[in-house]
Nanobody, 129 residues
Framework: QVHLVESGGGSVQAGGSLRLSCAVS????????MGWFRQVPGEEREGVAT??????????NSVEGRFTISVENADNNMYLLYLQMNNLTPEDTAIYYC????????????????????WGQGTQVTVSS
C-alpha cells in the first residue's frame, strides 16, 4: 500500500521561500507519476508541478521559474518528493497536496488532477503581502 505524507508548509511574507516535502512509501517511483497540487477553499484543485516515470516535468504557468519539483530516493521503499517554492506571492496561498498515480503522465496529471488516485493529507501554505 502506498502512503503519502506532506510536510513543510507554513506562513511566509511575499518574496519568501518554502520547501514542501512528501514522503512516498510503499512503491517504486519509476512506475509512478507524482506531483504537487493546490486548492483554495471554494475553488477547484489546481496542478502546480508534476514529474512522471520518464522524468518529464510540467509546471503550471503561474509558478514557472519560481517553483522546482524534484524526487530523491530515500531508500528501497521510500521516495521524497520536493517542491521548492521561491519568490512566493499571496496568490500562492492554498492547501498543497502531493499525489501519485501509476498510469498518468506529467502533462495529463497537471491538467487533470482527478486522474491521480493516491493523495496526501495536504499542508497549508500562507503568503502574506
Amino acid at each position: 500500500q502506498v502512503h503519502l505524507v506532506e510536510s513543510g508548509g507554513g506562513s511566509v511574507q511575499a518574496g519568501g521561500s518554502l520547501r514542501l516535502s512528501c514522503a512516498v512509501s510503499g512503491y517504486t517511483w519509476r512506475r509512478y507519476c507524482m506531483g504537487w497540487f493546490r486548492q483554495v477553499p471554494g475553488e477547484e484543485r489546481e496542478g502546480v508541478a508534476t514529474i512522471d516515470r520518464d522524468g518529464q516535468i510540467r509546471y503550471t504557468n503561474s509558478v514557472e521559474g519560481r517553483f522546482t519539483i524534484s524526487v530523491e530516493n530515500a531508500d528501497n521503499n521510500m521516495y521524497l518528493l520536493y517542491l521548492q517554492m521561491n519568490n512566493l506571492t499571496p496568490e500562492d496561498t492554498a492547501i498543497y497536496y502531493c499525489a501519485a498515480d501509476p498510469f498518468t503522465r506529467a502533462e495529463q496529471a497537471l491538467f487533470y488532477p482527478a486522474d491521480l488516485t493516491l493523495w496526501g493529507q495536504g499542508t497549508q501554505v500562507t503568503v502574506s503581502s
